[in-house]
């Protein structure tokens, strides 16, 4: 049974009609590991065939160890979102109900190769000096999420010292506990720094700075 229905099928390829460049989803899952794996597969091959731009890899995280490592996957269902390079942009758990628009809108700007930020964010990313990872909770209801995993995923595009996980809260509940994870979206900045909410690119930027100069 098909994951999207014909209605969303359609609406996606619609979406996805301006890709420019093309886009590699590389999924790593386990036979043994979350429920939600064959799901993850099965969406991620629905969304290869709406876009002749659109690609996907599958990997066994046990088996091909050596893909996982290059691609730091350390739980699954995990699926990488890469165009001409990768900009360290990953999901972990299905990406489902507001989280499968998040997906689209990476799949957009991975394309375009364009973080879409103004020009001083862009400035300001430029004076990194140190990684920053980030950890974007969130829950496949919560239509604030979506915003706080498009800005970090901006930032993971335009800044090589940044990379963005979009975790799924409810998939992965030790991390949630380990995070303290109570409400979405919530953003944990090198396993130190958090905030909650859906906040302005600046007030992000800001949080990215502090961590990473």
Do not use: W
Request: charge should be negative.
């Amino acid at each position: 049974m098909p994951v999207l229905s014909g209605e969303v099928t359609q609406r996606v390829r619609e979406k996805l009609q301006g890709l420019t460049a093309p886009v590699n989803l590389v999924v790593f899952t386990h036979d043994s590991g979350s429920p939600t794996g064959e799901e993850t597969r099965a969406l991620m091959e629905e969304l290869a065939l709406t876009s002749d731009q659109v690609y996907v890899e599958f990997y066994d995280v046990a088996v091909d160890t050596a893909k996982r490592d290059d691609y730091r996957i350390d739980k699954v269902p995990a699926t990488v979102v890469e165009g001409q390079k990768d900009y360290g942009i990953r999901f972990f758990g299905l990406p489902s109900g507001y989280e499968f628009a998040a997906l689209l809108e990476a799949l957009r700007l991975v394309s375009l190769g364009d973080s879409m930020l103004t020009t001083s964010t862009c400035e300001q990313l430029k004076t990194l000096t140190k990684p920053v990872h980030l950890q974007v909770f969130v829950t496949p209801p919560c239509p604030y999420c979506v915003e706080a995993v498009q800005t970090a995923q901006q930032m993971a595009i335009e800044s090589e010292l940044v990379t963005t996980d979009v975790v799924e809260a409810a998939e992965f509940p030790q991390l949630s506990l380990k995070y303290r994870i109570f409400v979405v979206p919530k953003v944990i900045i090198n396993e130190r720094e958090a905030f909650v909410g859906a906040v302005s690119e600046a007030e992000f930027l800001a949080h990215v700075m502090k961590a990473g100069v």
